[in-house]
């Protein structure tokens, strides 16, 4: 969730002309796919920024059983890394009210979305942005990590 202390320092970057990247998701359990993506990501701009999915939004998203890992050590995990730079909790479903708040320069997801799927890509767009679907890393995903540690 965005404080006005979090817009201020994100315009104080724009006006500094740095770009920001904005991507979202769940980051359940992190894995080498999550972390090539971000990498990816970070390359295309300055500041990182991730809207993380709420444990309730993960429920309403994948079900009751998710996430596995609740959303404050999931927050930590992904502020530890050092290509992420800012990660924003949202508890809504899509990350769309982040993204017309921060209005990144370039906006990105992995590449199991296209880009006319990804949330918030005619808003970036019209605003001059980029919008980008990233590599994606094929054998890399949390259910299947969660399938295999059920079938132990």
């Known amino acids: 969730m965005l404080t006005e202390k979090d817009l201020s320092i994100l315009r104080e970057y724009k006006a500094k ?12 359990i992190l894995h080498a796919g999550h972390i090539a993506y971000l ?12 809207g993380l999915n709420s444990d309730d939004s993960i429920k309403k998203i994948k079900g009751p059983e998710r996430p596995i890992q609740d959303e404050l050590t999931r927050m930590v995990i992904l502020q530890s890394l050092k290509m992420v730079d800012h990660v924003f909790l949202f508890g809504e479903e899509t990350p769309l009210v982040l993204i017309e708040s921060i209005i990144p320069d370039v906006l990105v997801k992995g590449g199991d979305w296209s880009i006319d799927n990804i949330i918030g890509a005619d808003l970036v767009i019209d605003y001059g ?3 980008k679907s990233l590599n994606f890393k094929e054998g890399h995903s949390t259910t299947s990590i969660i399938e295999k540690i059920k079938n132990l």
């Open 39 to 50: 990498k990816e990501a970070k390359t295309l701009g300055d500041i990182l920024v991730i």
């Open 17 to 28: 002309g740095l770009k920001i990247v904005f991507t979202n998701g769940c980051f359940d």
């Open 129 to 131: 942005g980029q919008v």
